[in-house]
Each structure stands twice: as structure tokens, then as C-alpha cells.
Nanobody
Framework: QVQLVESGGGLVQAGGSLRLSCASS????????MGWYRQAPGKQRELVAT???????NYKDSVKGRFTISRDNTKNTVYLQMNSLKPEDTAVYYC????????????WGQGTQVTVSS
């Protein structure tokens, strides 16, 4: 079964940067949107950023200007560049893919921990 595999998480001081990557372990056809979600302890999972097959992006208000989502369609890979990190960005980050014609994200990664110390 094809899985999404995230990498790039870790511990960083406030103001620092991290770059998350997410790639599929096998072929996934007709991918439309790719996205990043996060879940902090005791909180619900929330959408951080999305990017469509055409390159249109959308961001959670609190990360605008600090995070950048990008994708490489030839590699079925999505990235999240995170700059000026804040302690409130601490969470498990999940990538997700949504295929054409599917209403919800139907492929998910296992998550990667991002911890920002003050």
C-alpha cells in the first residue's frame, strides 16, 4: 500500500527555520491538492497550507509570510519551508494528498514532530 513519508522535523529555537518534505512511497495518480496539517497536544488537527496541481496556495493566517508550501509534481513530493518559527508552531505535522474527484484528502503521512523552544 502506498504511503506518504514525511521528513525534516526536529527541535529548533524560536526564530529558526525548518524544511519539511513529504514523498509517496509509490505511484499515486491524478493528484490534485497537496497539503500540510498540524496537531498540537490537546488540540484538534488544523490545516496549515495547501497547494493545487496548478500551483495555487492557501495558508492559515498565523503562518502567512513565514511558511511557504511548494511541490514537485515529477516526484510526487510536497515541501513546507518554515521560517521565523514560534513556540506556538510546536506540533506534529502531517502531509496529505487529495486525488482528482475525491472530496477529502485520501492519503496521509504518519507525521513528523516539530518542536520550537523559546
Amino acid at each position: 500500500q502506498v504511503q506518504l513519508v514525511e521528513s525534516g522535523g526536529g527541535l529548533v529555537q524560536a526564530g529558526g527555520s525548518l524544511r519539511l518534505s513529504c514523498a509517496s512511497s509509490g505511484s499515486i495518480f491524478n493528484i490534485n491538492a497537496m497539503g500540510w496539517y498540524r496537531q498540537a497536544p490537546g488540540k484538534q488537527r488544523e490545516l496549515v497550507a495547501t497547494i493545487t496541481s496548478g500551483g495555487s496556495t492557501n495558508y492559515k493566517d498565523s503562518v502567512k509570510g513565514r511558511f511557504t508550501i511548494s511541490r514537485d509534481n515529477t516526484k510526487n513530493t510536497v515541501y513546507l519551508q518554515m521560517n521565523s518559527l514560534k513556540p506556538e508552531d510546536t506540533a506534529v505535522y502531517y502531509c496529505a494528498f487529495k486525488r482528482i474527484g475525491v472530496r477529502v484528502y485520501d492519503y496521509w503521512g504518519q507525521g513528523t514532530q516539530v518542536t520550537v523552544s523559546s
